[in-house]
T-cell receptor
């Protein structure tokens, strides 16, 4: 069965701090896809990144970076030098290759204080 | 390019009334998904379509919920009759040849 666990319910940091959001997944498939979405206070869900199971290279996009480790079934998200605009709920999600369904974690609420 | 469009953005209705939520996917996307978000249950998939055909409706709560996709550019999610426990944010998402889904702004439904 598929499952995504985001153990951190809420994280609070002060601006310019680095913060890592954890994501642990479970799947029996060898081919799968992992995603991160951002939900700001305005409510929309914004796609951030997709990672394929056969590509374990870490990715960096500006202040955002993602660490994918199959050995620990984790796909963690780090924000460097956080800003107030990063305040949002962040969701990790999983999709197996033989289905188009997205299974979401429960989300981590990040609050960045000035 | 326009993203996924949903209407209405907010809907307040009384218990027992029919509610219809609408979605226009991104042009060229052949998958359409309906999700519901609540504090208690988080984000849950209700139903999804591929090329206008329902593929999996196992997430639809009960017979009061129905969804249609009459053409590639329009889908509806209907609740009849509505109940207070249906209050939630309903998201529509679409997907093309890549694997990521793009979400609409959501419809916040309140049933009193």
């Amino acid at each position: 069965a598929q499952k995504v666990t985001q153990a951190q319910t809420e994280i609070s940091v002060v601006e310019k701090e680095d913060v890592t959001l954890d994501c642990v997944y479970e799947t029996r498939d060898t081919t799968y896809y992992l995603f991160w979405y951002k939900q700001p206070p305005s409510g929309e869900l914004v796609f951030l990144i997709r990672r394929n199971s056969f590509d374990e290279q870490n990715e960096i996009s500006g202040r955002y970076s993602w660490n994918f480790q199959k050995s620990t079934s984790s796909f963690n998200f780090t924000i460097t030098a956080s800003q107030v605009v990063d305040s949002a709920v962040y969701f990790c999600a999983l999709s197996e290759a033989n289905t188009d369904k997205l299974i979401f974690g429960t989300g981590t609420r990040l609050q960045v204080f000035p | 390019d326009a993203g996924v469009i949903q209407s209405p953005r907010h809907e307040v209705t009384e218990m027992g009334q029919e509610v219809t939520l609408r979605c226009k996917p991104i042009s060229g996307h052949d998958y359409l998904f309906w999700y519901r978000q609540t504090m208690m249950r988080g984000l849950e998939l209700l139903i999804y379509f591929n090329n206008n055909v329902p593929i999996d409706d196992s997430g639809m709560p009960e017979d009061r919920f129905s969804a249609k996709m009459p053409n590639a550019s329009f889908s509806t999610l209907k609740i009849q009759p509505s109940e207070p426990r249906d209050s939630a944010v309903y998201f529509c998402a679409s997907k093309g040849v890549s694997y990521e889904q793009y979400f609409g702004p959501g419809t916040r439904l309140t049933v009193t």
